[in-house]
């Protein structure tokens, strides 16, 4: 039997995670539809199958003695030229993230892994695409900002489609969140989001 692809992430809260996700898909980068708007807390993994139990095990445990936070995005970075990414910056909430993944890949435990690069969390809106287009998206969601506070974390499962679904969220303290999926319109700002503020023009 073969390895499947796991990953966890913090969703970017609706209406702002299908925003950027289309905003992303308007700078032509295929794979925006496939990978919800997220903040990374462990890159994709393979793993047997079989450890699935534990690894749900293991994330409960780490969501039960977490406490929510807040988040807020402000602005555009980039990792080029070492990486040919663009992102929006975490303003507030950085800190909890770095904590939060470092317990996620805790050593001995089932998702102990080393990383390729530093950890530094942000939201990818472009990657792997044309130089001009990486521009478009530095620039045009350079105003771009959300806040809202964080209360929950999900395991994700890559399919053979290469379309990222989520297996379980986990919310802090054990309590009970959802995130309602991107590309569902919501009404005004249901959900967990308390601002944002988009002064981009429209794709």
Known sequence: MGTVTLGVSIAVPEPYG????????????????GIPTHVTLLPPTE????????????????????RPFPMRLCGTGTFRPVSPV?????EEGGAECALLQQRVRAPGGPLDRELQF?????????HGIA????????AELAGFEAAWTCASFALYEQGADAVWRKIHEY???GGVTSVPPQGTPADGLAGPVESARTPF???
């Open 118 to 126: 530093a950890y530094h969390p942000h939201v990818t809106v472009a």
């Open 131 to 138: 130089e001009e287009a990486m521009d478009r998206a530095f």
């Open 86 to 90: 663009v992102f929006v910056t975490i």
């Open 171 to 173: 919310a802090f303290g």
């Open 201 to 203: 023009p429209a794709p």
């Open 18 to 33: 299908s925003l950027l996700q289309e905003r992303r898909a308007s700078f032509g980068d295929p794979a925006a539809f």
């Open 47 to 66: 793993v047997e199958p079989g450890a699935l139990p534990a690894i749900e095990a293991y994330l409960a445990e780490v969501a039960r003695t977490g």
